[in-house]
């Protein structure tokens, strides 16, 4: 069969991009709705040729692939100048293999647990701070929450000389805008402002990495330690594996950083305002605080995800010619799984654009209808810490708060950097229960 691509667009790329960027699920919803389940687009730098795929069919089909034929780091280029060539992010085959082994044990259920404890006391710190009656920018106080969670379980950073220099500038990096990060990919632009600016700032982040690397292996007490950068300085220590470089260690940890931040904390803020729009499901989540009933409260944060994708698909690109759902597409091709499209389907979903947590807990949600985590040999390593750490936020903020809109237009999205977040960055009244 001759490769071939599917229809699509006949725009030209970089509107197709830009369309991609700013207005990503009106623009993937209405190339669905002319072209079929499955289309192509065309989104540079970040891949030239894309095949859109939304039906669970299909996107079992990739999540079930080869990963030799169908690889993942190279398709998340654009990830590639902040976390590095390293990162478990934008590696394949035998190096990610290596670097999945090497941080699992970091994000297995004992560790999960052991991490449980200092996550709620974190949260609990951050939510008794909200003032009664007033009215909280969610996805800045998630945001705030959710970094420090990074800094102290994931860094271990404690020194509040080193969080004042580290903080400021993850936020710089954090808040980039999708166009300006987008052109990154262009050594050339690197080299004048704004861009320029976000590559020192890079270099500064890397340097205070690196001292906090060398820092962290000349302590005594370095094997009684928990936090994820100690228990990686000790891979190898068994001789079974080389050791991590301090380069890999650089590149691990900016993912962890990046990869575990911003998409819980925008996750959260979702969760937080359709609470606050739905009182019926507020209270039911409440009573689940109140019981220990985390199961229940997972759902909320999962329903949040589906409603609002934070990451719009996990692609791969093909090394070869392959086919896929009757496509036969050549090398070179990127496939992408949209969650967008895949979350918003009425036939994966009942009752589609309703916020119903239920839908979590009544076993509605079938196999490769909800992406979040992306899939196969390929599925985010951190899912587990996300949703224990989820959980705990909306546990600390539901015991203690009831949650009012503060707006009375409903919250949209907008892309920051390559996420979506809330536009009005969801801002809600919190009374005392």
């Not at 670097?99 to 006391?121: C, H, I, S, W």
């Not at 999708?178 to 320029?196: C, D, E, M, T």
Request: glycine share 6%; with cysteine; aromatic share 6%.
């Amino acid at each position: 069969m001759t490769a071939t691509y599917p229809p699509g667009p006949r725009l030209p790329a970089p509107v197709q991009t830009a369309l991609y960027l700013r207005r990503r699920t009106q623009f993937l919803t209405l190339l669905r709705r002319r072209y079929g389940d499955v289309f192509a687009i065309r989104v540079p730098p970040f891949n030239d040729r894309v095949v859109v795929f939304s039906r669970p069919e299909h996107i079992k089909e990739v999540f079930a692939g080869d990963p030799r034929t169908m690889h993942a780091g190279e398709a998340n280029n654009i990830l590639g100048p902040v976390m590095g060539a390293h990162s478990v992010l934008l590696t394949d085959e035998a190096e990610h293999a290596r670097a999945r082994k090497l941080l699992m044990p970091a994000f297995n259920g004992a560790a999960l647990r052991g991490y449980r404890d200092l996550v709620t006391e974190i949260a609990a710190a951050e939510v008794t701070r909200w003032p009664a009656g007033s009215t909280v920018v969610t996805l800045d106080r998630m945001n705030a929450l959710t970094l420090e969670v990074i800094l102290r379980v994931v860094f271990g950073v404690t020194d509040a000389a080193v969080r004042a220099e580290l903080v400021p500038r993850l936020r710089r990096i954090v808040n980039i805008g999708p166009l300006q990060y987008a052109a990154i990919l262009v050594p050339a632009l690197r080299r004048v402002p704004p861009w320029k600016g976000f590559d020192a700032n890079l270099t500064a982040v890397d340097a205070l990495l690196y001292r906090e690397i060398a820092a962290r292996r000349a302590v005594p007490d370095l094997a009684d330690r928990a936090d994820v950068l100690s228990r990686l300085l000790q891979v190898g220590a068994a001789g079974d594996e080389p050791p991590l470089t301090d380069p890999e260690l650089r590149d691990q940890l900016i993912t962890l950083l990046l990869a575990g931040h911003e998409t819980t904390a925008a996750a959260l803020s979702w969760a937080l305002y359709e609470l606050s729009a739905h009182p019926r499901v507020q209270r039911e989540a409440c009573t689940a605080a109140r019981e220990g009933d985390d199961k229940a409260l997972e759902a909320v944060l999962k329903e949040a995800m589906r409603l609002h994708p934070v990451i719009p698909g996990a692609v791969r690109r093909l090394t070869r010619e392959t086919t896929i759902s009757g496509w036969t597409l050549p090398a070179g091709t990127t496939v992408s799984c949209s969650i967008t499209l895949a979350h918003r389907s009425p036939e994966n979903y009942a009752d589609v654009a309703a916020f119903r947590p239920a839908r979590f807990l009544d076993g509605e949600v079938e196999p490769n209808t909800w992406l979040p985590f992306g899939g196969g040999v390929r599925r985010c390593i951190g899912a587990g810490f996300s949703l224990m750490e989820g959980t705990a936020v909306l546990r600390e903020v539901l015991t203690r708060y009831a949650l009012a809109p503060a707006a009375a237009k409903p919250e949209r999205g907008r892309v920051r950097n390559i996420t979506t977040v809330p536009r009005g960055k969801a801002r809600v009244v919190v009374t005392k229960r």
